[in-house]
């Protein structure tokens, strides 16, 4: 194989127009994964571009003379026209007139063309959080792809990719998916919560903030006066009120409890007062701090002060809803106000700088499976395999035999990671680095020069394509899942006026159509699978759930407390069938109504001693000296009248309530303060 560009071409140049439409367009059920139906789909076949522009110009003319013995002078002409068309934009075009096969070894074409119908059935009890906990390489297994070389053959060897002429092979994926539980149509949106948030965390939180805040004590001195201990009631009305805050939303905490009628909060100030809020946000604890391991101890873990939550949320994630084909793999930020030491530089995110959670989600609903959290540079003896490379296979570990086709970012594609991939049965897709090891020396860009909109080179080995292209930029891709010399073409309209401005031509000439740039498969593929981290992020960022604070794993607590609410509200959706839970009265169920109606729920009748005592005195307000409340002298010193405040004025007095604790005008304030 050649490596200049000028002397000799790489490979075929595989693109297409959309006058092939009638005779190569591909039927709907076998259209390649999940591609919008306005894609019209070709094949090419492989064909090599000859060494000089004369060759290829004879090699042009026998090509039509021959199919004008086929198909006669018109159907060449047509297609000649249509190619000098596209061509025009600098793009060597060609133009396929018949129907070709399509490369791809299918076991079952109907289980291929699903949308997404099937997943894995592994359950995980590992937590897949800490690089720490990573087990050790599984035995590589033989390939099943019949390939006649060695699939541990060094990728960097010369003789290590070929022309782009093999078929594929891809096994049906036919396993049961979706939301799994036994829950009826009268569930509500407390019991889709509970699959993934368990009471036996808020049952640990409750245990470890009593036990955390009695440490602390101890290790002061001093005794809390304001602190007692809480109870499970308590913890899910504060998660409620928590989740509240990311609907309505101020500046301060403290605004929620704030007298003024316009901010203040009336359920805020029945369910709790803002000092108990506080108290409960100042211990608020997941784990037993008094057995934390030191940095360099045996048994240290970074994440230790929230490993065993997400211990229960990571299986409850996984158990509760099967893996669909089409799985995603991103990176998601969490955004902090200080600098903490998992952060990580992301120059090329709108969010710079954050704590970075790796996630596989759903490309469907966008649903995610699993997580993996970045804390920090690894050890020494790990730096021989990538970063990327260990979290991939962290993520889907489980899923092995099961036919996923993954779709991840350059951050993670490699030829080492999609040979590991193909050995564990997972087919993968996505753009990657040039320089990086494996990738054909012959496709990287000084090697394959510039190239014009929608043209593109492919090297291939076995399942193994790699396929440089231009759309907006020169991309690199490598995949699996995808034959070679497939084209994907969206057709587009051209607007034609007339001599005189006014109204569109009818007519179907060259120049009254605007076509597609054609895009490889894999680029096709990965544009509309890559998706599944998008939508749960569009679903996450709506409304946060916590506040800001100087404790790191705060951030992580409320960003899984916030991933299981979304979680949640995808399994009522398609559990459901986009139908509201029962006692529902509005005409549309959205992710809003969801987290208003699961916070109601958790915070129920709660009430704390404040608002109990607001309650009792609302009760008793027609006949307060029945229930003992009677003027009589507060102290020797005047206060404030309590009545007189609220109504904006300035009086004080020695008499008030004893049972209110409240300072009261002799005359009318009493009654009135107790209406």
Same mark, same amino acid.
């Given at each position: ?69 086929? *198909? ?19 793009? *060597? ?147 409620? $009120? ?5 609907? *309505? ?147 889907? /570990? ?27 049965? $997972? ?182 001693? /404040?608002?109990?005592? /607001? ?61």
């Amino acid at each position: 194989m050649a490596t200049a560009r000028k002397g000799r071409e790489l490979f075929t140049i595989l693109e297409t127009n959309a006058d092939a439409e009638s005779g190569t367009e591909r039927h709907d059920r076998d259209s390649p994964l999940n591609l919008s139906a306005d894609v019209k789909w070709f094949e090419i076949a492989d064909r090599m571009k000859p060494d000089s522009d004369e060759e290829d110009e004879g090699e042009a003319g026998e090509a039509e003379d021959g199919e004008e013995g086929e *198909n006669g002078r018109g159907g060449a002409a047509e297609a000649a026209d249509a190619a000098s068309f596209l061509a025009g934009g600098g793009c *060597n075009i060609i133009v396929v007139t018949g129907s070709a096969t399509n490369g791809i070894v299918t076991h079952d074409d109907e289980d291929y063309a699903d949308y997404s119908t099937n997943c894995s059935d592994t359950n995980s009890n590992d937590s897949d959080i800490d690089f720490s906990d990573l087990e050790a390489e599984e035995e590589e297994r033989r390939s099943f792809f019949s390939l006649d070389e060695d699939p541990d053959q060094d990728c960097t060897a010369p003789d290590f990719w070929g022309e782009p002429d093999q078929d594929i092979s891809i096994e049906p994926f036919a396993s049961v998916c979706g939301p799994q539980h036994s829950l009826g149509d009268e569930a509500d949106t407390r019991d889709y919560f509970r699959i993934l948030f368990p009471d036996s965390l808020f049952e640990h939180m409750v245990e470890q903030t009593n036990s955390y805040a009695l440490y602390r004590q101890r290790r002061s001195g001093k005794s809390d006066p304001h602190w007692h201990p809480t109870d499970v009631r308590e913890m899910k009305a504060y998660v409620g $009120l928590n989740i509240l805050m990311g609907i *309505n939303q101020l500046p301060d905490t403290g605004m929620y409890w704030a007298s003024d009628i316009f901010i203040g909060n009336a359920g805020f100030k029945k369910t709790m007062t803002a000092r108990r809020f506080e108290k409960l946000t100042q211990y608020l604890q997941l784990c037993d701090r008094e057995s934390e391991p030191a940095r360099g101890e045996r048994g240290y873990d970074g994440l230790f002060k929230i490993r065993p939550f997400l211990d229960v949320v990571e299986n409850t994630m996984w158990d509760a809803y099967m893996p669909n084909r089409c799985l995603t793999i991103d990176k998601c930020a969490i955004v902090t106000k200080r600098h903490f030491s998992p952060n990580q530089d992301m120059s090329s995110k709108p969010l710079r700088k954050g704590l970075t959670v790796w996630m596989l989600c759903d490309s469907r609903s966008g649903y995610c499976h699993r997580t993996k959290i970045y804390v920090g540079k690894p050890s020494e003896d790990k730096m021989a395999l990538s970063l990327g490379y260990r979290v991939v296979t962290s993520l889907v /570990r489980g899923l092995e035999g099961q036919h996923h086709h993954l779709f991840m970012d350059s951050f993670f594609t490699s030829v080492p990671l999609l040979q590991r991939l193909l050995r564990d049965r $997972l087919y993968a897709c996505g753009p990657t680095q040039p320089g990086r090891k494996g990738y054909p020396e012959v496709l990287r860009p000084r090697n394959v020069g510039k190239l014009c909109q929608g043209e593109f080179y492919q090297c291939q080995r076995g399942n193994l394509v790699a396929t440089v292209t231009r759309d907006v930029k020169m991309v690199s891709f490598l995949s699996t899942n995808s034959a070679p010399g497939i084209v994907g073409i969206s057709p587009g309209h051209h607007q034609q006026q007339d001599a005189y401005g006014e109204g569109e031509s009818d007519s179907l000439d060259s120049s009254s159509l605007s076509f597609g740039v054609p895009r490889p498969l894999p680029l096709l593929l990965y544009q509309e699978n890559m998706r599944g981290v998008d939508l749960f992020d569009q679903l996450r960022e709506c409304y946060q759930v916590g506040r800001p604070c100087k404790k790191w794993w705060r951030y992580f607590l409320w960003f899984y407390v916030n991933l299981c609410i979304v979680n949640a509200y995808i399994i009522t959706r398609e559990s459901r069938g986009g139908a509201p839970p029962a006692g529902f009265n509005g005409k549309q169920f959205t992710q809003r109504h969801f987290r208003v109606r699961l916070a109601q729920q958790l915070i129920g009748d709660y009430q704390g001693a /404040r608002g109990m005592e /607001r309650a009792a005195r609302k009760r008793h307000a027609d006949s307060p000296i029945e229930y003992g409340h009677r003027l009589e002298r507060m102290s020797e010193r005047s206060r404030r009248c309590r009545n007189c405040t609220n109504k904006g004025l300035r009086h004080e007095s020695v008499f008030g309530c004893k049972i209110c604790n409240v300072h009261l005008c002799r005359g009318g304030c009493f009654s009135e303060f107790h209406k």
